[in-house]
């Protein structure tokens, strides 16, 4: 079926250095996406969104990019900080008029920032 | 000034037990939701609510009754617990339906509940 998946499931990296968590997805379809960000104990905060007709937008310290031609999205955090240590999720969807769109999770990446 | 509250935060039971976790935003959304998220992080959306009116039910078994009193409250009952009913369950809220640009859906802290 159709599902949103991540290369990697845990990344450590160095305070100071930038970080990029990947995400693939199959649904050809999706059309706007989502990266969440899970702090322990927490739950799933937006941090940035991209809709299929941009390939790139940046945020405060994070900028996602979409390829849409191999399915690809990622999320990368410049001059990473200890409070960016987190489960990053992406999240996509389908746009339609029937109101019952729902977001599809990835399987969540672990991201540790390293003192 | 809580956004998205749920109660408990906790929740220890037994197999074979009913029990009932609440849900309350303060933000003003017509749509709220239910998601699982089991041991692994996997994130899964349950039901949609829309101005009290169910909108999305993901196959979930019926053991599971969500009931929306008002538009600020989505409340879930869980009937029957069996031990693959552990995870978090998070509530969350948007402005309305359909994911979009605008429409950013706010998560409740979760609910972990453990069932023995």
């Known amino acids: 079926g159709e599902s949103v998946g991540l290369h990697l499931p845990t990344l450590s990296v160095q305070e100071g250095d930038n970080s990029i968590i990947n995400c693939a997805y199959s649904?050809?379809?999706?059309?706007?996406f989502i990266w969440y960000k899970q702090e322990s104990g927490k739950g799933p905060q937006f941090i940035i969104d991209?809709?299929?007709?941009?390939d790139k937008r940046q945020g405060q310290r994070v900028t996602v990019l979409l390829n849409k031609t191999v399915k690809h999205l990622s999320l990368q955090i410049a001059a990473t900080q200890p409070g960016d240590s987190a489960v990053y999720f992406c999240?996509?969807?389908?746009?339609?008029?029937?109101?019952?769109?729902?977001?599809?999770f990835g399987t969540g990446t672990r991201l540790t920032i390293i003192p | 000034d809580t956004a998205v509250s749920q109660t408990p935060k906790y929740l220890v039971t037994q197999m074979g037990n009913d029990k009932s976790i609440k849900c309350e935003q303060n933000?003003?959304?017509?749509?709220m939701y239910w998601y699982k998220q089991d041991s692994k992080k996997f994130l899964k959306i349950m039901f949609s609510?829309?101005?009290?009116?169910?909108?999305i039910n993901e196959t979930v078994p019926n053991r599971f009754s969500p009931k929306s009193p008002d538009k600020a409250h989505l409340n879930l009952h869980i009937n029957s617990l069996e031990l693959g009913d552990s995870a978090v369950y998070f509530c969350?809220?948007?402005?309305?339906?359909?994911?979009?640009?605008?429409?950013?859906?706010?998560f409740g802290p979760g609910t972990r509940l453990t069932v023995l």
């Open positions: 969350a809220s948007s402005p309305r339906l359909a994911p979009s640009e605008y429409n950013e859906q706010f």
């Open positions: 609510y829309n101005n009290k009116e169910l909108i």
């Open positions: 999240a996509e969807t389908r746009g339609s008029n029937f109101g019952n769109e729902k977001l599809t």
């Open positions: 649904n050809s379809a999706s059309d706007y």
């Open positions: 991209i809709r299929s007709n941009m």
């Open positions: 933000l003003g959304h017509d749509t």
